[in-house]
């Protein structure tokens, strides 16, 4: 067989965005090259399933009690046991904590190879451009990287490609998926569009009950963030402060103009290092990477380092009073301003145009 | 108690990053160091040689490079140093790198192994989980907080929107978060022992590892693919209304 798996995951009582953007993507792409696409949901995820109706031609359920509440050891045995009886062609996960606990152990275990970070995948010739360039890409562009791909096919050439950043994005790789092998690949949110491929599949339904391991993992105690704090790597919209902001006395206008756009709220390591912000909010090199579709860099001046972690981003918004600042170099639109005074106008504009 | 640190070599941050030609290879400025990330596992085993006297050993795998890394693990104050230096690990598979570093993670019997969360060249954060999985060890991820108990090790970790305290069977394999522990500064002394320190070598071969294939490459490309920056003029309420504008009607991400 030579079809795609998706791994799917949920936060809460809903799948994640990036599940249905694989699953699109992969519809998409199965169009054109043959073989099916299979969403597999596991444990908690299970009684979601329902969702998933018309938008694969299968769904694997994994069903085993130790698959509940999510642990790697038991996931890695259930996941290795799905994979091996399908024997896809590459199984496609969402970028996040929980895939990169489990994929490269099943990559070990399978003797597989496994990619993180990807922002492309695609039929040879087909697709959307695969770096950076999909700005306002919409569901017709979706459409187009489709029937596109189907053209690749018709030619006789369904030779997959995947791209994802190195160095920081200083580099962009494209690597052949090869016709036999198995590849697993993390792909980041935002990678696709949802809406890319039509759904209205009709979907069989399997469930594999393979005997797991128990844990050896124990949880002693768990402590969740707030809701919209955690959505960091997974909002549409990031508004990110940096030491322009001066102090936590601001950070209020970052919050207004996040909530306005439904957005989460990121900082510069400047201000994490200053005691003012905490880590788990810090965008960069050595805190959380974000590729939302639209990154509003408030007082932040585009060191390398930051530049690292939202370099994927679509659309890129700077506002800094320096206008020699190097993030304007990364930037789509630049503001120069005082983000004091900037950031309540644009969430005044903002209310006003989405209302 | 045994603690081995993977440490991996990779170009400085700063290192010019150049595709060639017709984008058939990549040319990366020869500036390098230890990664981020195996900085901060290097401290935690040290904390670990402190505490509990345990003994500390670094290992790499490499083609012909990674010396770097190795003297700086030394001169923080890690014991044994250990290279697998193998042409064939020249842009290997991450799986190749895993299977090298745990057969020789595997040559001593190891009660704690600690790698990066990530490396900064790739941003993976493949290799550790491999490892774990090739030596049939547990694993936690993303590692801010490490106590050793009798047996085990109660780690606190973050989690996506959140963090847990797990407890481990030893042996088992962490990686590193910032935040695990501040990396010290070598003195001088250490630095001086790093020059001279003899880096004991092993290959492929001797460790009997098998190398997995490499992924084809299509095309390496920069970026900067991002058009230039259109900059907004005007009083605040003025950019404000005009860079919404043109969220909405070029972009279209409103
Ligand atoms: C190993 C390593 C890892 C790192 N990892 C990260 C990381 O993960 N994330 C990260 O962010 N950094 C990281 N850094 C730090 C990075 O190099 C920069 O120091 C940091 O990003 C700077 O933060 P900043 O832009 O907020 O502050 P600054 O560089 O001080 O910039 C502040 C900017 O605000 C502007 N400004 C001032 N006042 C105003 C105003 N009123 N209105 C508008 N603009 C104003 C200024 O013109 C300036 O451009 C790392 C560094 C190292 C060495
Ligand atoms: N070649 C290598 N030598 C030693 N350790 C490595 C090597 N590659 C990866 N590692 C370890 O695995 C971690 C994750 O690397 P990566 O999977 O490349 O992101 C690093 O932080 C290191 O601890």
New binding site residues.
């Given amino acids: 067989m030579n079809g795609l798996y998706i791994i799917c995951e949920a936060r809460g009582e809903e799948f994640r965005p990036a599940t249905y953007e694989l699953l699109a993507a992969a519809r998409a792409i199965t169009a054109a090259t043959g073989g099916e696409v299979t969403a597999v949901v596991a444990g908690p995820e299970v009684t979601l399933k329902a969702k998933l109706e018309g938008l694969a031609h299968r769904v694997v359920t994994l069903t085993a009690p130790e698959l509940t509440p999510f642990s790697a050891d038991s996931w890695v045995d259930a996941l290795a046991a799905a994979i091996g009886a399908g024997a896809p062609r590459a199984v496609l996960f969402g970028e996040g904590g929980r895939t990169r606990e489990v994929m490269p152990r099943l990559a070990a275990r399978l003797g597989a190879w496994a990619l993180s970070n990807c922002v492309d995948l695609r039929v040879n010739g087909g697709g959307a451009d695969a770096v950076g360039g999909s700005t306002g890409a919409g569901a017709t562009d979706g459409l187009g990287g489709a029937s596109a791909a189907g053209a690749a096919a018709a030619d006789g050439g369904s030779a997959l490609e995947i791209s994802r950043p190195v160095y920081g994005g200083k580099a962009y790789v494209t690597n052949l998926v090869p016709a036999d092998g198995l590849l697993l690949a993390a792909f980041r949110p935002h990678s696709f569009d949802a809406g890319m491929a039509p759904a209205g599949l009709s979907t069989a339904a399997e469930e594999v009950a393979a005997p797991v391991a128990v844990s050896r993992v124990e949880l002693v105690e768990r402590r969740e963030g707030g809701p919209r704090k955690a959505d960091l790597t997974e909002a549409a919209v990031v508004v990110t402060g940096g030491r322009g902001m001066k102090g936590p006395e601001n950070f209020g206008l970052l919050e207004d103009l996040a909530a306005a756009l439904e957005g989460a709220v990121g900082y510069s390591r400047a201000l994490v290092d200053a005691g003012l912000a905490e880590h788990a909010y810090q965008v960069g090199k050595s805190g959380k990477t974000v590729s939302p579709t639209l990154y509003i860099a408030c007082g932040v001046s585009g060191a390398i380092h930051h530049i690292m972690g939202m370099d994927t981003a679509k659309v890129v918004v700077a506002i800094n009073t320096d206008p020699t600042a190097p993030i304007f170099e990364y930037a789509d639109y630049g503001v120069v301003g005082d983000v004091l005074q900037v950031l309540p106008a644009l969430t005044e504009q903002v209310r006003a145009a989405t209302s | 108690m045994r603690v081995v640190v993977?440490?991996?070599e990779v170009p400085d941050l700063e290192a010019a990053v150049k595709v060639t030609g017709d984008g058939s290879g990549l040319e990366v400025e020869k500036r390098r160091g230890l990664?981020f990330?195996?900085e901060i596992?290097v401290e935690a085993a040290l904390k670990l040689k402190e505490s509990h006297g345990a003994v500390t050993a670094a290992?790499?795998?490499?083609a012909g490079a990674?010396v770097e890394a190795m003297r700086r693990a030394v001169a923080m104050g890690i014991e044994t140093p250990l290279l697998v230096d193998d042409p064939a690990l020249d842009g290997a598979d991450?799986l190749t790198?895993a299977r090298a570093?745990a057969a020789a993670v595997a040559l001593e019997p190891t009660d704690l192994v600690i790698?990066?969360?990530?490396?900064t060249?790739?941003?993976?954060?493949?290799?550790?989980p491999m490892v774990a999985e090739i030596l049939g060890m547990p694993c936690a991820t993303r590692a801010i907080g490490l106590e050793v108990e009798d047996g085990s090790v109660l780690v606190t970790r973050e989690i996506d929107g959140g963090e847990e305290v797990v407890r481990l069977p030893l042996p088992a394999l962490i990686?590193a978060e910032k935040g695990l522990a501040e990396p010290r500064v070598p003195g001088m002394a250490g630095t001086m022992k790093a020059m001279k320190v003899q880096i004991e070598r092993t290959d492929l071969a001797a460790l009997g590892v098998q190398a997995h294939p490499v992924l084809p490459v299509v095309a390496y490309r920069t970026v900067g693919q991002r058009p230039p920056v259109t900059m907004i003029e005007g009083e605040p309420a003025d950019a404000a209304a005009e860079l919404v504008r043109l969220l909405r009607q070029e972009a279209k991400v409103l």
Avoid at chain 2, 59 to 62: D, K, L, M, Y
Avoid at chain 2, 115 to 119: C, D, P, T, V
Avoid at chain 2, 121 to 128: K, P, R, S
Wanted: proline share 0%; net charge negative.
């Fill in positions: 993977l440490v991996k990664n990330f195996d596992a290992v790499g795998a490499s990674g991450s790198i570093l790698a990066g969360k990530q490396a060249d790739d941003e993976a954060g493949l290799v550790g990686t």
